[in-house]
């Protein structure tokens, strides 16, 4: 939709296919969300598992600069999530896995 047109057009042109236009849910995706979930999870367990001496505070503070969401945020992810936590857990990804499923990451 491009700038303006619901403001200046569709709200003084209105017709039934705009309608459907402004009908439509927008917002958040909730496959890019699990995604991001899985991943932040994922990270998570990275930090925990491979950084000697980990700092709770330490990986929270981490996972808040990479991915620009509160500690708060995170740790009700976290919280949320805690049976992808669980798997990781059990299955002990290696660093090389890791970087297969998530190439966009320094593992």
């Not at 403001?7 to 039934?16: A, G, H, Q, R, S």
């Not at 491979?50 to 992810?77: A, C, D, H, M």
């Not at 919280?79 to 660093?95: E, G, W, Y």
């Amino acid at each position: 939709m491009q700038r303006g047109s619901r403001t200046l057009f569709t709200d003084i042109f209105e017709t039934d296919t705009h309608a459907d236009v402004i009908n439509k849910r927008k917002g958040r995706n909730e496959v890019y969300h699990a995604r991001r979930n899985e991943l932040l999870i994922n990270r998570y367990y990275h930090w925990g598992s491979q950084t000697p001496r980990p700092s709770y505070k330490w990986i929270l503070g981490q996972l808040s600069f990479e991915f620009n969401l509160s500690e708060t945020t995170i740790v009700e992810l976290i919280a949320d999530n805690h049976s992808i936590l669980q798997l990781l857990k059990k299955h002990r990804p290696t660093q090389k896995e890791l970087a297969k499923r998530w190439p966009h990451f320094v593992w």
